[in-house]
């Protein structure tokens, strides 16, 4: 279970060996009209390539945030360290769970890349006391799977409206008595 407290705060900046986690930024849309411009990207979501003017409007509404005070977005734009964009990765996060999302731009994939994301932004949920992470995945999203059986994700057996199988990561026990977020005068 997410934990009220921690659930409002602000997307963090994160780096791992290869990349940069940037919180998204409006600007972003220029450079990420062309990673998402791929129409084999949106094979097993649904969906078509954004134009720059749908993109601009779409991370506009992102920046802002959930309109729902019991929901937060967290949007990172997924860099390798020498700068360029290469995809994203997004929680949602309620009381109840994140519900996270990764995408990787066709040239950079089967590099691990996805992997390495998304193990980064899950970690940054547990420290803000994220306990529940779901993933929704087409049955038939075998690139998908991988990633979330290599993050430690289990298919939970059922379905959501759209089809898709709600895999799901326990990120610490609910029991386990950790502080609602890492306090940065605690030692
Ligand atoms: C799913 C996606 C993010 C994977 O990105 P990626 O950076 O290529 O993934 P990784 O390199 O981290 O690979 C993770 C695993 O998937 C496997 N994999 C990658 N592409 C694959 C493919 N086309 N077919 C089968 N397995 C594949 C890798 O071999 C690896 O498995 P392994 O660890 O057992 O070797 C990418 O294909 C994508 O963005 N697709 C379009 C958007 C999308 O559908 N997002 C998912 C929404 S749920």
Not at 5 to 29: F, V, Y
Not at 30 to 48: I, K
Not at 122 to 141: E, F, N, T
Request: with cysteine; hydrophobic share 40%; charged share 20%.
């Amino acid at each position: 279970m997410a934990m009220l407290g921690s659930m409002h705060t602000p997307t963090a900046g994160l780096k791992t060996a290869r990349l940069l986690l940037e919180p998204l930024r409006r600007s972003d849309a220029a450079e990420m009209v062309g990673v998402l411009g791929s129409a084999d990207l949106y094979r097993y979501t649904g969906g078509t390539p954004p134009t720059l003017p749908e993109l601009e409007r779409r991370y506009a509404i992102q920046t802002v945030g959930s309109t729902n005070p019991d929901e937060v977005w967290h949007n990172w734009i997924v860099r390798r360290r020498s700068g360029g964009a290469i995809g994203f990765v997004q929680a949602t996060v309620t009381k109840e769970a994140g519900d996270v999302a990764w995408l990787i731009g066709i040239e950079a994939q089967g590099a691990g890349y996805a992997r390495e994301a998304a193990a980064a932004m899950i970690g940054w949920l547990a420290s803000c006391g994220v306990g529940q992470v779901r993933a929704h995945i087409h049955p038939d999203h075998v690139a998908s799977r991988r990633v979330a059986e290599g993050l430690g994700f289990a298919s939970s057996g059922m379905r959501d409206d759209d089809g898709e199988d709600i895999w799901t990561l326990t990120t610490r026990r609910p029991s386990e008595n950790l502080p609602d977020h890492p306090s940065p005068t605690r030692p």
